[in-house]
């Protein structure tokens, strides 16, 4: 399950953001669009599971070289890139409710 944000109670609310990193095949980050303000330690988590979601994908002989997830605030895209990928984070307007 693709899960990125902790559920406890002394996690300070993130302001999501529009950007996009990119990390190499151990998760190093190369390069990034996201403001300074995102936290490090989500950008990192994020990495992970993408980097291992598509590792597994590999060892299953699945040719998974795209990952989208779709949250109702927030669109998350990744790339395979040779082992590494890059991510793309994509806010979205929260419709009113009426």
């Not at 669009?33 to 490090?40: E, G, H, I, V």
């Not at 795209?66 to 790339?79: F, G, I, K, N, Q």
């Amino acid at each position: 399950m693709l899960s990125f944000f902790s559920k406890t109670a002394h996690t300070a609310l993130v302001r999501l953001a529009n950007g996009c990193f990119t990390v190499d095949r151990d998760g190093r980050i190369v390069a990034s669009t996201l403001p300074q303000s995102f936290p490090l330690k989500q950008v990192h988590e994020i990495a992970r599971r993408v980097l291992s979601t598509f590792q597994a994908a590999q060892q299953q002989n699945l040719p998974l070289t795209e990952l989208m997830v779709d949250y109702s605030a927030l669109m998350l895209t990744a790339r395979e890139m040779r082992g590494g990928a890059i991510v793309y984070l994509t806010t979205r307007p929260l419709s009113p409710t009426s």
